[in-house]
């Protein structure tokens, strides 16, 4: 066993900011994120790393908000009052505070990147304790975007090889010593922990991390954090229902000594429709509609007037048998829409009556079905009332398979 193997963990996780380029009326590590203070959320993705020991807040001593974020900080959380002016102040504040032994690692941490995963953090300690040339590591992101540098009226004065360029995360792996030690010279051009220990020439190593390990720095940079910690509530790709509209027309003689039956529904009149079945020319449209839109043939195809088996079929049968077979295919019924054409008899109020039986063999509410009636005008043979006729359209749906 080497001696990182048996390293001592805790993590430091300077809160003193003010959130300047935030704005708003509390530093921004106390804004809600997902529901919850952004500090808290960092608090708890730092603590789901179970190799660390301790975890040490700094905030300033007038931090007027931390008590009552803290009450739901895990146990091995500990608060320190030992902020200060700049970043480097708080950790170096923070680190004397907490009086670590000076070969104890500390993973220092921003307020600001509640998002980091606890595989991230453990990548880190891996990569850094596995190798004993190593002053310490930090969490980067190799740069994705070409990189130009530019004049100071941001004209391009470069484009600069992305290779081997990353964009400094946190945590940043250090022993609580080294880095003692390299923050006590001075934090002129210090923005992180890393650039320290660099100007000891010490060696550091990248090791990488997504993007989403974002800081939460400006306005707007809270909802991404809100995402990504809620990637359950991501836009999920939206499945488009595939819709399909099929079309139908039937027509049957008016006879003397037959019922007439209209959407399964039979209609007091002196003289009935003539056919095979039972000539239900409003349902033979909708059924001929259904087949239509799901591409299955035609009602002759499926039902044969050839065939005795359907000598005098309840026409329901008919309709209902061809929405098994749309159903089959994975369709649904959306709507349906159908016009009767007849002289006579005025259908006035047995329109509801046939709405309701028509999407009941649908097997859809009344509201998605719509039935109407009309005259020929006295002409033609529809006109002259030796038949009758249907028109009909119904609408299919059904997700992407
Ligand atoms: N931080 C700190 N002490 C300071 C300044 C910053 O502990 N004197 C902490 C912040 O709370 C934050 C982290 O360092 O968790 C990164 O700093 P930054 O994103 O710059 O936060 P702020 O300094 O608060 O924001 P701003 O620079 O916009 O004022
Ligand atoms: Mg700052």
Known sequence: MTENTQARIFALIPAAGVGRRMGGARPKQYMEIAGTPMLTQTVRAMARASRIERIYVVVSAADAWIDEVAKDFPDRVTVLRAGGAERADSVRGGLMAAN?????????????????????????????????????????????????????????????????????????????????????????????????????????????????????????????????????????????PEIRVGQGYDSHRLVEGRPLILGGVTVPFEKGLDGHSDADVLLH????????????????????????????????????????????????????DATIVAERPKLGKLKDEIRASVAATLGITADRVSIKAKTNERMDAVGHEEGMMAHAVVLLARLPR
């Open 100 to 240: 670590l032994p000076a070969d104890a690692w500390v993973l220092v941490h921003d307020a600001a990147r509640p998002c980091v995963r606890p595989s991230e953090v453990n990548h880190l300690l891996d990569e850094v304790l596995a190798d004993s040339s190593l002053a310490g590591g930090i969490l980067a992101v190799p740069m994705a975007d070409t990189v130009k540098r530019t004049d100071a009226r941001r004209q391009i004065l470069e484009t600069v090889p992305r290779a081997n360029l990353w964009r400094a995360a946190t945590p940043q792996l250090f022993r609580a010593g080294v880095l003692l030690e390299a923050l006590s010279a001075g934090s002129e051009g210090i923005t992180d922990e890393a650039s320290a220990v660099e100007r000891l020439g010490l060696a550091v190593k990248c090791v990488s991390c997504r993007s989403t390990n974002l800081k939460v720095t400006e306005p707007g940079d809270e909802m991404l954090a809100g995402l990504i910690l809620e990637e359950k509530t991501m836009p999920q790709t939206v499945a488009v």
């Open 285 to 336: 449209a909708l059924t001929d509609a259904v087949l239509g839109a799901a591409s299955l043939g035609d009602i002759g195809t499926h039902f044969p007037p050839s065939d005795p088996k359907w000598k005098g079929a309840d026409s329901r049968r008919l309709l209902a048998a061809v929405i098994e077979l749309a159903r089959a295919e994975g369709w649904t019924v959306v709507n349906a």
